[in-house]
């Protein structure tokens, strides 16, 4: 059965496309001067998502590593540890761990990629290799933090996450 529009029952709601509303929690996470609660984040998204499916979002970004969370009183506060391309590449990079044969893949999605896309991906590769090279070339190590952690901004080192499990039975005030 359809959903039905909160404005008009009669209207079936639009359904959203996937990772959409990953997106735009992490959107309104990047907008916020500070970590926020989740009740800001409803707010911030027009108040038309249930707290608990906004909660569910925000549990879900940080198991992706998109988010940090920190206890604030008896509640969390949240922050944006990635951007929304970084939660794309994560996607991306998840995707391809889990396949048998990651040249086949590779080699399939670069063949299909537009002539445009697959100049960029050459300069970025390049641009890679040169990095590499450079930090290789003066006896440092290169750091594979950035990769790990799907180009997040970690703002300044790795983030210590508590050890609680953020089900949406968790407190936020």
Same mark, same amino acid.
């Given at each position: 059965?359809?959903?039905?529009?909160?404005?008009?029952?009669?209207?079936?709601?639009?359904?959203?496309?996937?990772?959409?509303?990953?997106?735009?929690?992490?959107?309104?996470?990047?907008?916020?001067?500070?970590?926020?609660?989740?009740?800001?984040?409803?707010?911030?998204?027009?108040?038309?998502?249930?707290?608990?499916?906004?909660?569910?979002?925000?549990? =879900?970004? %940080?198991?992706?590593?998109?988010?940090? &969370? $920190?206890?604030?009183?008896? *509640? !969390? #506060?949240?922050?944006?540890?990635? /951007?929304?391309?970084?939660?794309?590449?994560?996607?991306? =990079?998840? %995707?391809?761990?889990?396949?048998?044969? &990651? $040249?086949?893949?590779?080699? *399939? !999605? #670069?063949?299909?990629?537009?002539? /445009?896309?697959?100049?960029?991906?050459?300069?970025?590769?390049?641009?890679?290799?040169?990095?590499?090279?450079?930090?290789?070339?003066?006896?440092?190590?290169?750091?594979?933090?950035?990769?790990?952690?799907?180009?997040?901004?970690?703002?300044?080192?790795?983030?210590?996450?508590?050890?609680?499990?953020?089900?949406?039975?968790?407190?936020?005030?």
């Amino acid at each position: 059965m359809a959903q039905r529009n909160r404005e008009d029952p009669h209207r079936p709601s639009r359904r959203r496309g996937q990772g959409e509303l990953e997106s735009q929690v992490l959107g309104a996470l990047r907008e916020a001067e500070a970590p926020v609660t989740a009740a800001w984040v409803q707010e911030r998204l027009g108040g038309d998502l249930a707290y608990t499916t906004v909660v569910t979002i925000l549990t =879900r970004l %940080l198991a992706k590593d998109a988010v940090a &969370r $920190e206890r604030r009183g008896r *509640s !969390f #506060v949240w922050r944006p540890t990635a /951007d929304v391309a970084g939660l794309a590449a994560l996607k991306m =990079r998840r %995707l391809l761990d889990g396949e048998s044969d &990651r $040249e086949a893949v590779l080699a *399939s !999605f #670069v063949t299909a990629l537009p002539p /445009d896309d697959e100049q960029v991906l050459r300069a970025l590769l390049e641009t890679a290799h040169a990095t590499d090279g450079a930090a290789a070339s003066d006896g440092s190590e290169v750091s594979d933090g950035a990769a790990a952690s799907g180009g997040a901004d970690t703002e300044g080192g790795a983030d210590v996450v508590d050890g609680t499990d953020g089900a949406p039975g968790d407190t936020e005030d």
